[in-house]
């Protein structure tokens, strides 16, 4: 969005012309840099992604089915994709709601 902008009102004064080749400048299809995910949760983080996800009776709350599940079929029966998602759900949860929740908890008794 930022670079639209930035070319609708510089043009072709663009002040990165200067400095870049015009197909680097102007092409559209960049994408930024990429996160290497697959690479940290196939790697060293793989045990702690999947337990964190196996482990988690907030996912299998939400619907993930995580019975009969390990390490080996999970990638199976989830993209990577959805297992990041899932791992991303189940952290926010445990940050941001599972302390509120003992806190509550706590008070009520």
Same mark, same amino acid.
């Given at each position: 969005?930022?670079?639209?902008?930035?070319?609708?009102?510089? /043009?072709?004064?663009?002040?990165?012309?200067?400095?870049?080749?015009d197909? #680097?400048?102007?092409?559209?299809?960049?994408? /930024?840099?990429?996160?290497?995910?697959?690479?940290?949760?196939? /790697?060293?983080?793989?045990?702690?992604? #999947?337990?964190?996800?196996?482990?988690?009776?907030?996912?299998?709350?939400? /619907?993930?089915?995580?019975?009969?599940?390990?390490?080996?079929?999970?990638?199976?029966?989830?993209?990577?994709?959805?297992?990041?998602?899932?791992? #991303?759900?189940?952290?926010?949860?445990?940050?941001?709601?599972?302390?509120?929740?003992?806190?509550?908890?706590e008070?009520?008794?």
């Amino acid at each position: 969005m930022l670079k639209n902008i930035m070319r609708e009102f510089f /043009g072709a004064e663009c002040r990165f012309n200067r400095k870049l080749p015009d197909n #680097i400048c102007w092409r559209k299809d960049k994408m /930024g840099w990429p996160v290497p995910e697959e690479f940290w949760f196939h /790697g060293e983080l793989k045990d702690i992604f #999947i337990k964190t996800i196996l482990n988690s009776s907030f996912l299998q709350r939400c /619907g993930f089915d995580l019975n009969h599940l390990d390490e080996t079929n999970i990638f199976q029966k989830y993209s990577f994709t959805t297992l990041i998602r899932a791992y #991303i759900l189940e952290t926010w949860h445990s940050v941001f709601w599972q302390e509120k929740n003992i806190q509550l908890y706590e008070k009520k008794r």
